[in-house]
DNA sequence: TTGCGGACTTAGGAACTTCGTA
DNA sequence: TACGAAGTTCCTAAGTCCGCAA
C-alpha cells in the first residue's frame, strides 16, 4: 500500500492513525521478518520441546486425552495469514477476510459525538398480572416463614406490638432468601418495579455579601452561575489538582462558559484569581458543621433517614430492597485519576428533565414539581431504576440497588460459580496455550502469550482507550514500552519486567521469571517496534474473549482473576491456618490469605496519612505492655514466696490473682504485636476490593465456620447483608 | 461484520461514624 | 469528655463485556 492511500484516511492531526501509519510500515518489514523468524522458531520450538520433555514428562502425561477438549483449530496457514497487514490492501478494510490478521492498530479510534439515541422499549409485563404472580408466590414464602418462626424475633422484652411488627418486617426484608427461589427467565431482570426517582442535588446557594472573590487584587461580584463553578475550584484550593496545569486549563476553558460577557473580558488569566476567602468561608462552615451540638447533629440524621426511608428503596417483584446510589450527582469538577486529559472540566448540574426513569407502568415517580422527566421507560430487561449522561465523557450513569439485593446477589453468585467451573477446566486450557506459543500464527502466538499474562499475573483484558482518557492499559494493550526483558535478573532466568498504569492509573510493577518459550516470543514481538508500539498488535479484548467463549462457555479474562484470587484464598487458607492457634491468630492468617490476593490483583492504597503516627503510638503501647508484664512478674515472684513460706491465705489468694494478671498481660500483649504485624504488612494494600469483589464468600464462610471463628470478625454488617446468600447456603465443608 | 454505546462490575479516596483511651 | 485512630459508608471514576445498528 503506498503512503498516499493511506493519507487519505489519515488526517495529519490524529495521533492514533498517525502511530498506525508508523506502524503499518514497520509491520510489513517486521513480518517479512517473522516468516523468516517463523522458521527460525521452528528450530527453536523443537529444540525447547525436547528440554521441557526432558523436564517434565509426568506433567504432560494426561495431554493427549485433554488435547480433544479444547482442540486449537487446525488452520491451513496461508501466506497471508503472516503477512503484515500493511502490506495488504487497506482501502478494503472491514471487507478484507484476512482483516483478523492485521496489526489491530489501524481500528482504533477517536471517539465520535454521540447522536443522541433512545430505545423505544416496552418490555415490561402487564403490572396487574406481575404484581399478583409476585404476590401469590410472596405469600408462599411468607406463609413458610411464619411455620419456620425465626429465633431472633421472639422479643421477651415486651417490645410494643407496632415495633414487633416493625421489627420483623425488617428481618423480613433481610431474609428474603432468594437463592432459594426460582431465577426468572433469561434476560428478564423483574417482574414489578416501583420506587420514588432520584434525590437531586440542592440548589446553589450564593455566598454571602462578605465572602469576596478578587480579581488581580481587586473585589468583583461575580454572576450566581460564576460564582456557583467559581467556588468548585475555591474548594478544592488545598487539593493536588490545582498544582496540575491540566486541571486549571480545563477549568478555566469550562469556568468561562459560565460567565456573563463582562466577567469574561475581564476575567482572562486565572492566574490573577484569588479564592483564598471563599476558601476560608467553605472552612469555617464545615468547621461549623463539625461542631454542632448533639442536638443538632440528632436532628440532621433523623432528616437524612427521613429521605432514605422515602428514596432509598424500592419495591421490586414484590419486596423491599434497598437502593445503592439514590442520589443524583451533585454538579462539581471532574476528577479524573491519573493523567486524565479532561479533568478540571464542569460536571454540569443534572436536571429531571435529563434524567430516564425505569419502573413498572403506571408506577412512575413525579418528577419534582415545575419539572418532567426526559422519559418514564419501563424495561425489564435492564436493572437500572434512573439514568441521566454525564456532560464530562458522555457515559450514561445509573441509579442502581444496592449490592445486598437480590439482583446483585445473584449475578455474583453466578460470576463465582463460573470461576469454579473454570477451575475445572484450567489445566487444559493451560496445556492449549502453551501448546499455541509453538503456533505458526502470530496472532495465536500473541493471545498465547496474553493469556498466560492474564492467568499467571492476574492481569485485566485492556480494553483500547481513547485519546480523551488516561493512558492505561492491560494485558491485551501493553506496549513495548512497559516491559523489558532480562535474560538473568537477580539470579532468575527470562525475567519479564512490568513497569505500566493499570486500572486507575495504579502502577504495577512486577519482576516475572517466565517460561523460556514465552521470553523468546516475547523477543520476537518487540523486535522492530517503538516504545510506544502495541506488543501484541495483532490481539485485542474481544479476540481474546471470543477465544476464551470458545474453550468455556462464558469465560472471559476477567473470570481468570476471579479464579485465581479465590483459588488462592483457599490455598492460602488450608496452608496458614493452624486449627490449634488462638481466634485472634487464625484472623491474622486469614488477613494474610486476603492479604496474598490483593498483592496477586495488585490493590494498592495510598500510606495512610496518620500511619507512622499511629505505629509510633502502638509501639508505646508494646513497650508500655512489656514493662507491665515485667512488674507483674515481679510482684508474682515475691507472692509467690511469701505463700510458699508459710504464708496466710490471703497472700495465696494474692499470689494467684496475680498470675491471672500476668497471663492477663501476656495475651493482651499477644494481641498487640499481632495487630502491629497486621498493620505493617497492610500499609500499602488494600484488603477491601479482592475481598469485596474477587473472593468467593463461601470460602470465607466456610472457613469460619470450620474454624469456629465468628463471621463477624470477617465480615462486616454491609458485607454480611450482601454475602447472606453465602453464609446461608455454604457449610463447613464447601471448597471452592 | 464491526464499531459503538449501554449495562454492569470493580476501584480507590473522601467523608462520616464509631471506638478506645487518656 | 475530648481526641485521635480505626472502621465503615459513600461517591463516582474507570474498568469489562455484550448486543445491536449501520
Same mark, same amino acid.
Given at each position: 500500500?503506498?503512503?498516499?492511500?493511506?493519507?487519505?484516511?489519515?488526517?495529519?492531526?490524529?495521533?492514533?492513525?498517525?502511530?498506525?501509519?508508523?506502524?503499518?510500515?514497520?509491520?510489513?518489514?517486521?513480518?517479512?521478518?517473522?516468516?523468516?523468524?517463523?522458521?527460525?522458531?521452528?528450530? /527453536? !520450538?523443537?529444540?525447547?520441546? @525436547?528440554?521441557?520433555? &526432558? *523436564?517434565?514428562? $509426568?506433567?504432560? #502425561?494426561? =495431554?493427549? +486425552? %485433554?488435547?480433544?477438549?479444547?482442540?486449537?483449530?487446525?488452520?491451513?496457514?496461508?501466506?497471508?495469514?503472516?503477512?503484515?497487514?500493511?502490506?495488504?490492501?487497506?482501502?478494503?478494510?472491514?471487507?478484507?477476510?484476512?482483516?483478523?490478521?492485521?496489526?489491530?492498530?489501524?481500528?482504533?479510534?477517536?471517539?465520535?459525538?454521540?447522536?443522541?439515541?433512545?430505545?423505544?422499549?416496552?418490555?415490561?409485563?402487564?403490572?396487574? /398480572? !406481575?404484581?399478583?404472580?409476585? @404476590?401469590?408466590?410472596? &405469600? *408462599?414464602?411468607? $406463609?413458610?416463614? #411464619?411455620? =419456620?418462626? +425465626? %429465633?431472633?424475633?421472639?422479643?421477651?422484652?415486651?417490645?410494643?406490638?407496632?415495633?414487633?411488627?416493625?421489627?420483623?418486617?425488617?428481618?423480613?426484608?433481610?431474609?428474603?432468601?432468594?437463592?432459594?427461589?426460582?431465577?426468572?427467565?433469561?434476560?428478564?431482570?423483574?417482574?414489578?418495579?416501583?420506587?420514588?426517582?432520584?434525590?437531586?442535588?440542592?440548589?446553589?446557594?450564593?455566598?454571602?455579601?462578605?465572602?469576596?472573590?478578587?480579581?488581580?487584587?481587586?473585589?468583583?461580584?461575580?454572576?450566581?452561575?460564576?460564582? $456557583?463553578?467559581?467556588?468548585?475550584?475555591?474548594?478544592?484550593?488545598?487539593?493536588?489538582?490545582?498544582?496540575?496545569?491540566?486541571?486549571?486549563?480545563?477549568?478555566?476553558?469550562?469556568?468561562?462558559?459560565?460567565?456573563?460577557?463582562?466577567?469574561?473580558?475581564?476575567?482572562?488569566?486565572?492566574?490573577?484569581?484569588?479564592?483564598?476567602?471563599?476558601?476560608?468561608?467553605?472552612?469555617?462552615?464545615?468547621?461549623?458543621?463539625?461542631?454542632?451540638?448533639?442536638?443538632?447533629?440528632?436532628?440532621?440524621?433523623?432528616?437524612?433517614?427521613?429521605?432514605?426511608?422515602?428514596?432509598?428503596?424500592?419495591?421490586?417483584?414484590?419486596?423491599?430492597?434497598?437502593?445503592?446510589?439514590?442520589?443524583?450527582?451533585?454538579?462539581?469538577?471532574?476528577?479524573?485519576?491519573?493523567?486524565?486529559?479532561?479533568?478540571?472540566?464542569?460536571?454540569?448540574?443534572?436536571?429531571?428533565?435529563?434524567?430516564?426513569?425505569?419502573?413498572?407502568?403506571?408506577?412512575?415517580?413525579?418528577?419534582?414539581?415545575?419539572?418532567?422527566?426526559?422519559?418514564?421507560?419501563?424495561?425489564?430487561?435492564?436493572?437500572?431504576?434512573?439514568?441521566?449522561?454525564?456532560?464530562?465523557?458522555?457515559?450514561?450513569?445509573?441509579?442502581?440497588?444496592?449490592?445486598?439485593?437480590?439482583?446483585?446477589?445473584?449475578?455474583?453468585?453466578?460470576?463465582?460459580?463460573?470461576?469454579?467451573?473454570?477451575?475445572?477446566?484450567?489445566?487444559?486450557?493451560?496445556?492449549?496455550?502453551?501448546?499455541?506459543?509453538?503456533?505458526?500464527?502470530?496472532?495465536?502466538?500473541?493471545?498465547?502469550?496474553?493469556?498466560?499474562?492474564?492467568?499467571?499475573?492476574?492481569?485485566?483484558?485492556?480494553?483500547?482507550?481513547?485519546?480523551?482518557?488516561?493512558?492505561?492499559?492491560?494485558?491485551?494493550?501493553?506496549?513495548?514500552?512497559?516491559?523489558?526483558?532480562?535474560?538473568?535478573?537477580?539470579?532468575?532466568?527470562?525475567?519479564?519486567?512490568?513497569?505500566?498504569?493499570?486500572?486507575?492509573?495504579?502502577?504495577?510493577?512486577?519482576?516475572?521469571?517466565?517460561?523460556?518459550?514465552?521470553?523468546?516470543?516475547?523477543?520476537?514481538?518487540?523486535?522492530?517496534?517503538?516504545?510506544?508500539?502495541?506488543?501484541?498488535?495483532?490481539?485485542?479484548?474481544?479476540?481474546?474473549?471470543?477465544?476464551?467463549?470458545?474453550?468455556?462457555?462464558?469465560?472471559?479474562?476477567?473470570?481468570?482473576?476471579?479464579?485465581?484470587?479465590?483459588?488462592?484464598?483457599?490455598?492460602?487458607?488450608?496452608?496458614?491456618?493452624?486449627?490449634?492457634?488462638?481466634?485472634?491468630?487464625?484472623?491474622?492468617?486469614?488477613?494474610?490469605?486476603?492479604?496474598?490476593?490483593?498483592?496477586?490483583?495488585?490493590?494498592?492504597?495510598?500510606?495512610?496519612?496518620?500511619?507512622?503516627?499511629?505505629?509510633?503510638?502502638?509501639?508505646?503501647?508494646?513497650?508500655?505492655?512489656?514493662?507491665?508484664?515485667?512488674?507483674?512478674?515481679?510482684?508474682?515472684?515475691?507472692?509467690?514466696?511469701?505463700?510458699?513460706?508459710?504464708?496466710?491465705?490471703?497472700?495465696?489468694?494474692?499470689?494467684?490473682?496475680?498470675?491471672?494478671?500476668?497471663?492477663?498481660?501476656?495475651?493482651?500483649?499477644?494481641?498487640?504485636?499481632?495487630?502491629?504485624?497486621?498493620?505493617?504488612?497492610?500499609?500499602?494494600?488494600?484488603?477491601?476490593?479482592?475481598?469485596?469483589?474477587?473472593?468467593?464468600?463461601?470460602?470465607?464462610?466456610?472457613?469460619?465456620?470450620?474454624?469456629?471463628?465468628?463471621?463477624?470478625?470477617?465480615?462486616?454488617?454491609?458485607?454480611?447483608?450482601?454475602?447472606?446468600?453465602?453464609?446461608?447456603?455454604?457449610?463447613?465443608?464447601?471448597?471452592?
Amino acid at each position: 500500500m503506498g503512503s498516499a492511500e493511506v493519507d487519505k484516511h489519515t488526517p495529519p492531526s490524529d495521533k492514533h492513525k498517525e502511530k498506525s501509519k508508523e506502524k503499518e510500515k514497520k509491520h510489513d518489514k517486521e513480518d517479512r521478518k517473522h516468516g523468516r523468524e517463523d522458521r527460525k522458531q521452528s528450530k /527453536e !520450538d523443537k529444540k525447547m520441546d @525436547k528440554e521441557e520433555k &526432558k *523436564k517434565g514428562k $509426568e506433567k504432560v #502425561k494426561d =495431554k493427549d +486425552d %485433554k488435547a480433544s477438549f479444547f482442540e486449537v483449530k487446525n488452520e491451513p496457514l496461508s501466506e497471508d495469514d503472516e503477512m503484515p497487514l500493511a502490506s495488504r490492501s487497506y482501502s478494503q478494510t472491514s471487507q478484507d477476510s484476512e482483516d483478523d490478521d492485521q496489526p489491530l492498530a489501524f481500528r482504533k479510534k477517536v471517539k465520535a459525538e454521540k447522536p443522541v439515541k433512545r430505545k423505544a422499549e416496552d418490555m415490561a409485563i402487564d403490572d396487574e /398480572e !406481575d404484581y399478583a404472580a409476585s @404476590k401469590k408466590k410472596n &405469600k *408462599k414464602v411468607k $406463609e413458610e416463614k #411464619k411455620e =419456620k418462626p +425465626d %429465633k431472633k424475633q421472639a422479643t421477651p422484652n415486651g417490645a410494643s406490638p407496632t415495633k414487633r411488627v416493625k421489627k420483623e418486617k425488617k428481618e423480613e426484608e433481610e431474609t428474603w432468601k432468594w437463592w432459594e427461589e426460582e431465577k426468572h427467565e433469561d434476560g428478564v431482570k423483574w417482574k414489578s418495579l416501583e420506587h420514588k426517582g432520584p434525590v437531586f442535588a440542592t440548589d446553589y446557594e450564593p455566598l454571602p455579601g462578605n465572602v469576596k472573590f478578587k480579581y488581580n487584587g481587586k473585589e468583583m461580584k461575580l454572576s450566581a452561575a460564576a460564582e $456557583e463553578v467559581g467556588s468548585f475550584y475555591a474548594a478544592m484550593l488545598d487539593h493536588d489538582y490545582v498544582t496540575k496545569d491540566v486541571f486549571n486549563k480545563n477549568f478555566f476553558k469550562d469556568w468561562r462558559k459560565f460567565m456573563t460577557h463582562s466577567e469574561k473580558e475581564i476575567i482572562t488569566d486565572l492566574k490573577k484569581c484569588d479564592f483564598t476567602h471563599m476558601l476560608t468561608y467553605f472552612k469555617a462552615k464545615s468547621e461549623e458543621k463539625k461542631n454542632r451540638t448533639k442536638e443538632e447533629k440528632q436532628q440532621l440524621k433523623v432528616e437524612n433517614e427521613e429521605i432514605v426511608k422515602e428514596y432509598g428503596w424500592c419495591i421490586i417483584d414484590g419486596h423491599k430492597q434497598r437502593i445503592g446510589n439514590f442520589k443524583i450527582e451533585p454538579p462539581g469538577l471532574f476528577r479524573g485519576r491519573g493523567d486524565h486529559p479532561k479533568m478540571g472540566m464542569v460536571k454540569r448540574r443534572v436536571m429531571p428533565e435529563d434524567v430516564i426513569i425505569n419502573c413498572s407502568k403506571g408506577t412512575a415517580a413525579k418528577p419534582p414539581a415545575g419539572h418532567k422527566w426526559k422519559e418514564v421507560r419501563h424495561d425489564n430487561t435492564v436493572t437500572w431504576l434512573a439514568s441521566w449522561t454525564e456532560n464530562v465523557q458522555g457515559q450514561v450513569k445509573y441509579i442502581m440497588l444496592n449490592s445486598a439485593s437480590r439482583l446483585k446477589g445473584e449475578k455474583d453468585w453466578q460470576k463465582y460459580e463460573i470461576a469454579r467451573q473454570l477451575k475445572d477446566s484450567v489445566e487444559k486450557i493451560r496445556e492449549t496455550y502453551k501448546e499455541d506459543w509453538k503456533s505458526k500464527e502470530m496472532k495465536i502466538r500473541q493471545r498465547s502469550v496474553a493469556l498466560y499474562f492474564i492467568d499467571k499475573l492476574a492481569l485485566r483484558a485492556g480494553n483500547e482507550k481513547d485519546e480523551d482518557q488516561a493512558d492505561t492499559v492491560g494485558a491485551c494493550s501493553l506496549r513495548v514500552e512497559h516491559i523489558s526483558l532480562h535474560e538473568q535478573k537477580n539470579g532468575k532466568q527470562c525475567v519479564v519486567v512490568f513497569d505500566f498504569l493499570g486500572k486507575d492509573s495504579i502502577r504495577y510493577y512486577n519482576e516475572v521469571p517466565v517460561e523460556k518459550r514465552v521470553f523468546k516470543n516475547l523477543q520476537i514481538f518487540m523486535e522492530n517496534k517503538k516504545p510506544g508500539d502495541d506488543l501484541f498488535d495483532r490481539l485485542n479484548t474481544t479476540i481474546m474473549n471470543k477465544h476464551l467463549n470458545d474453550l468455556m462457555e462464558g469465560l472471559t479474562a476477567k473470570v481468570f482473576r476471579t479464579f485465581n484470587a479465590s483459588n488462592t484464598l483457599q490455598e492460602q487458607l488450608d496452608s496458614l491456618t493452624d486449627p490449634k492457634s488462638s481466634v485472634t491468630e487464625k484472623i491474622l492468617a486469614y488477613n494474610r490469605a486476603n492479604r496474598a490476593v490483593a498483592i496477586l490483583c495488585n490493590h494498592q492504597r495510598a500510606v495512610p496519612k496518620t500511619f507512622a503516627k499511629s505505629m509510633e503510638n502502638l509501639q508505646k503501647k508494646i513497650d508500655s505492655k512489656r514493662e507491665a508484664i515485667e512488674e507483674a512478674e515481679e510482684s508474682y515472684k515475691d507472692l509467690k514466696k511469701e505463700a510458699k513460706k508459710g504464708g496466710s491465705a490471703a497472700a495465696k489468694i494474692a499470689a494467684g490473682k496475680k498470675e491471672k494478671q500476668v497471663e492477663k498481660l501476656k495475651e493482651q500483649l499477644m494481641k498487640l504485636e499481632v495487630q502491629a504485624t497486621d498493620r505493617e504488612e497492610n500499609k500499602e494494600i488494600a484488603l477491601g476490593t479482592s475481598k469485596l469483589n474477587y473472593l468467593d464468600p463461601r470460602i470465607s464462610v466456610a472457613w469460619c465456620k470450620k474454624n469456629n471463628v465468628p463471621i463477624e470478625k470477617i465480615y462486616n454488617k454491609t458485607q454480611r447483608d450482601k454475602f447472606q446468600w453465602a453464609i446461608d447456603m455454604a457449610g463447613p465443608e464447601f471448597e471452592f
